[in-house]
C-alpha cells in the first residue's frame, strides 16, 4: 500500500460527492465519484461536449529561480528551453542515462528569470535535482500551488465571462490573472485533446474557485469529473500515460524496464539537433532499434478489450493492450497498445483476447483517434 503523503485542499469538496481518495503521485485523488458505468459515460461526454472540471493537484510542481535555471532544465529535458520565452510553455521527455524515459513534464516559462516544470508518477523531480547538483539555481518543489483542470468546448466560453482575452491565449500560452477575485496562473493545456486550460491557484483559494466554477459555469454544463476520466479521454487522443503505457507496467522477458522514445512515439519531443542532455547519446544510437511500438487497435463491436489484454497474431501472443475504451459518442472501440514493429501497419489484421477468453478481432491503426489534426484543442477565437 502506498503511502499517502500529499493532501489536496479539494479532498472535502470530493468527499462530498461520494470520491474515495486513493493514491495517485503520493496525494489522494479522487479516481472515482462512484464506480458505474453511467458515470463513467456521463463524464466522459461532459468533457466531449461541454466541459469538465477536474483536480489534477497530485501533478508535481517545481519551480526553478536564478542565473543557471535554463541550464539545468536543458540538462535534464529534451526540450531546447532557450527558444521558450516567458508566458509560453511546451511538452518535454526526461530520460535516464541509458536514453531510456523516465518522465514526461510540461516547461513553464514564468518570466525571464524563473520556470516551471510540472510532472506526474517518473522520476524528474530527482533528475532535476541531478542535474542542479553545483549549479547557481533555486529549486522549489511547490506543494500549496494547486492545479483544477477545466477542458471541453465551452471551457472557453465560460472563461471568456471573466478573463479578459482568453480567446486570444494560444496553444500552450500561459497568462497571469484573476478568476473571481482570486489570483491564478492560466495556462491552455490539458491532457483529453479538447481545448482546455488548468488553472492553477493558492491551496487557500481552491475550494472558493472550484465552487464558484461549479456554481457559474452551471449553464455552460460545467460539472466535476473523476480522475478516471482521463483514461477515456487519453486513449482515443493518444496521450500515453507513465507507467500504465510503459515496460514498467508491462516488463520484458529478458530485458530490464525502460522503453526508448522511438518505441513510445514520443521522438518529437527532441528538440532538432539538440544535445547535451541526460541520455542523449543512447536516445540518438536507439534510433531504428526499437523492439516494439505503442500504436493503435481499432476493435470490432462494442465490447472494449480490458487493460492488459493479450494482443494475438495467428494464435501467438505478441503484444498486450495497455488500454481501452469503446465511445458510442464516437463510434469507435478502440486502444493503446504495445506491438511489434511489423505489427504497427495500418491493417494488420489482430485480435485481442480479454481476461475471460473473449476474442475480438481488431486491426492496427495510427493514433489518434479523435481530433486527428488537433484543430480542436488548438483552436483559435
Known amino acids: 500500500m502506498a503511502i ?16 474515495e481518495l486513493e493514491d495517485w503521485n503520493g496525494m489522494g485523488t479522487a479516481w472515482f465519484y462512484d464506480h458505474t458505468d453511467e458515470r463513467a459515460v456521463a463524464d466522459y461526454e461532459a468533457v466531449r461536449t461541454k466541459a469538465g472540471l477536474m483536480d489534477v493537484s497530485g501533478l508535481k510542481k517545481i519551480h526553478l529561480t536564478g542565473p543557471h535555471a535554463a541550464a539545468v532544465i536543458d540538462r535534464a529535458t529534451t526540450r531546447n528551453v532557450d527558444k521558450l520565452m516567458p508566458g509560453r510553455a511546451v511538452y518535454a521527455c526526461m530520460l535516464n542515462d541509458e536514453g531510456k524515459f523516465i518522465d514526461d513534464c510540461v516547461i513553464y516559462r514564468i518570466s525571464v528569470n524563473h520556470w516551471m516544470v510540472v510532472h506526474g508518477t517518473g522520476t524528474g523531480n530527482e533528475s532535476i535535482a541531478l542535474a542542479a547538483h553545483g549549479k547557481n539555481v533555486a529549486v522549489i518543489f511547490d506543494d500549496d500551488l494547486h492545479d483544477m483542470s477545466l ?6 466560453d465560460f472563461l471568456a465571462k471573466h478573463v479578459p482575452g482568453i480567446r486570444d491565449l494560444a496553444y500552450f500560452g500561459i497568462v497571469q490573472t484573476k478568476l473571481f477575485g482570486y489570483p491564478v496562473m492560466i495556462s491552455r493545456t490539458g491532457y483529453t485533446g479538447e481545448r482546455g486550460y488548468e488553472i492553477f491557484c ?14 457559474d ?18 486513449t482515443e487522443s493518444y496521450l500515453l500515460f507513465y507507467p500504465g503505457d510503459n515496460s514498467e507496467t508491462y516488463p520484458f522477458k529478458d530485458e530490464p524496464c ?22 542523449a547519446e ?3 544510437a536507439a534510433e531504428g532499434k526499437e523492439r516494439f511500438k505503442i500504436y493503435g487497435v481499432k476493435l470490432e463491436g462494442t465490447t472494449p478489450a480490458d487493460m492488459g489484454a493479450a494482443l494475438v497474431k495467428n494464435g501467438e501472443t505478441v503484444g498486450v493492450v495497455t488500454y481501452g475504451m469503446y465511445s458510442k459518442l464516437n463510434g469507435h472501440n478502440v486502444g493503446i497498445a504495445r506491438m511489434p514493429v511489423d505489427c504497427a501497419v495500418p491493417g494488420t489484421k489482430l485480435t485481442v483476447r480479454n481476461e475471460d477468453g473473449t476474442e475480438i478481432a481488431c486491426t492496427a491503426e495510427e493514433m489518434p483517434f479523435y481530433d486527428k489534426d488537433k484543430s480542436i484543442r488548438t483552436a483559435k477565437g
Open 258 to 279: 525502460g522503453d526508448t522514445l522511438w518505441e513510445l512515439g514520443l521522438e518529437f519531443t527532441v528538440s532538432p539537433g539538440k544535445t547535451g542532455f541526460r541520455g
Open 202 to 215: 493558492e491551496a487557500r483559494h481552491a475550494i472558493a474557485l472550484w465552487d464558484n466554477i461549479l456554481k
Open 282 to 284: 543512447n536516445h540518438y
Open 4 to 19: 499517502i503523503y500529499r493532501t489536496s485542499a479539494l479532498a472535502p469538496r470530493h468527499a462530498e460527492i461520494g470520491g
Open 151 to 156: 477542458q471541453g468546448p465551452t471551457a472557453v
Open 217 to 234: 459555469g452551471a449553464d455552460e454544463g460545467i460539472r466535476p469529473v473523476q480522475f478516471s476520466t482521463l483514461d477515456l479521454l487519453r
